[in-house]
């Protein structure tokens, strides 16, 4: 039988003892979402088939909620450890498979590299560990794995839970239920590596087996950190993704709510501005720019936790931006009597805006005093000083016209020099 998607086989029969939490550890929240749902998600965006390795009803009941088409194998036994949950799978997996655990949060790259096709067993390792001491350790020469386990002293990496397999796992998982009571996973594997059969692969990125609270507290400062873009500018970092990541938090747990309906709220957020501005609320406007520019980060905060990231939605994203900024600067620019430079500000401002986007989206240099946060705060500032007098208003627009001019001009200076 030709399995026609990849399968992913996730172990979540641990017992968890040492969350304290109350809760099933694969189900305890890590930004608000289930430790084991990152992972699920991850892996459906990438087109795998899952079979979860259970033994408390509760996971099972709350992931077939929510991944219906997900197949189940219940662990009786979870006292004879991991080992002995993936044992238990052979009679459900034909050919090879990716090999995870329940409880580990791993970053993108762990899934890019496991999108990948081998012919052989491998052990995805890292070099980062934040507690070696409790870590498998995992010994590696001329990428063949040549011992695997905690009390190893002589290694140069640590075993990270993640395993693509072949069906000779099997073979060494019965072998070993045959002989012994309880199984660690490492044992299986350090006997497949004892025959030369156990390759790995090195990832260079951030992963944590989460068992205490204070490695779940670990494991969210990292997700934030895959969560933060790199081209966030200044007011972004600073002030809007403090508070845009709680929103999110809270967000998350809600199936219906997608990036792009996010995407559709955060430009109706701008529309509204613009009809304060229009209608002289100066203060009331300012306070709504900034909260536009805070909501506009959640999109994609949602999209990039829960795998939702698509072309159409960054293209949805831009091209929606655009229209609330200019329909921002229409209405202050209405909400006053028309003179020539109140409209050369208003033309300076919306040519800006979509300059700077478009001069981003073609050179991929980006001069981060000039982005949309940076925009939108200028705004805000110009909305609260305009409600103390209306002259702010215009210097607003000519402050965000200029500045935005000016950095599309010093990112295509920057794409000239580089090319």
Same mark, same amino acid.
């Given at each position: ?14 017992? +968890? ?5 109350g809760v099933c550890k694969p189900l305890v929240p ?41 197949? $189940? ?16 799978? %052979? ?5 090879? $498979? ?9 970053? #993108?790259?762990? $899934? ?23 870590? @498998? ?30 069906? #000779?796992?099997? %073979? ?25 059969? /156990? ?20 494991? #969210? #400062? ?15 970092? *600073? ?9 999110? *938090? ?19 957020? +701008?529309?509204? @501005?613009?009809? =304060? ?22 999109? +994609?905060?949602?999209?990039?936790? %829960?795998?939702?990231?698509? %072309? /159409? ?25 028309? @003179? ?21 989206? =073609? ?15 200028? @705004?805000?500032?110009?909305g609260l000083l305009a409600s103390i007098h209306p ?29």
């Amino acid at each position: 039988m030709v399995q026609e998607k990849p399968l992913a086989v996730i172990l979540a029969a641990g017992l +968890g003892t040492r969350m304290g939490s109350g809760v099933c550890k694969p189900l305890v929240p890590l930004f608000n979402m289930p430790i084991v749902e990152h992972s699920i998600r991850a892996l459906i965006a990438r087109g795998f088939d899952i079979l979860v390795i259970y033994h408390n009803p509760k996971v099972k009941e709350y992931l077939q909620q929510h991944f219906p088409k997900i197949s $189940f194998v219940k662990n009786p036994n979870p006292e004879r450890e991991n080992g002995y949950s993936l044992y238990i799978a %052979k009679d459900h997996v034909k050919g090879n $498979f990716l090999l995870l655990m329940s409880d580990h949060y791993y970053t #993108e790259n762990f $899934f890019e590299e496991a999108c990948k096709s081998y012919l052989q067993n491998i052990a995805f390792v890292s070099t980062f560990c934040h507690d070696p001491e409790e870590a @498998t350790k995992i010994k590696v020469q001329d990428d063949n794995v040549v011992s695997i386990g905690k009390d190893i002293k002589d290694y140069n990496f640590f075993d990270t839970g993640m395993f693509y397999c072949t069906q #000779e796992v099997f %073979k060494h998982a019965e072998k070993l239920v045959a002989e012994k009571d309880k199984i660690k996973l490492a044992e299986i594997f350090e006997s497949v590596a004892r025959e030369g059969k /156990l390759r790995a692969k090195v990832i260079n990125a951030k992963w944590i087996d989460i068992d205490t609270q204070e490695e779940l507290k670990i494991a #969210e #400062e990292i997700l934030k950190e895959q969560i933060v873009k790199n081209e966030d500018g200044i007011i972004s970092r *600073r002030i809007n993704r403090k508070i845009s990541l709680e929103i999110s *938090r809270h967000l998350i747990r809600y199936d219906f709510i997608t990036p792009n309906k996010l995407t559709a709220v955060s430009t109706l957020l +701008g529309f509204i @501005t613009a009809l =304060l501005f229009y209608h002289g609320h100066y203060f009331l406007a300012g306070l709504m720019a900034q909260f536009t520019s805070i909501f506009d980060g959640c999109d +994609g905060e949602i999209a990039r936790i %829960k795998h939702q990231k698509s %072309k /159409l939605g960054s293209v949805l994203d831009s091209v929606s931006d655009r229209y609330a900024d200019i329909a921002i600067y229409l209405g202050m620019a209405l909400s006053l009597p028309p @003179t020539l430079l109140r409209t050369f500000a208003l033309f300076l401002a919306c040519t800006g805006s979509i300059i700077f986007s478009y001069t981003w989206h =073609l050179t991929r240099v980006r001069v981060k005093e000039g982005g949309r946060d940076m925009r939108l705060f200028l @705004t805000t500032v110009g909305g609260l000083l305009a409600s103390i007098h209306p002259s702010f208003i215009t210097a607003t627009m000519l402050s965000v016209g200029l500045l935005s001019h000016i950095c599309a001009l010093l990112a295509l200076y920057r794409f000239y020099t580089k090319s």
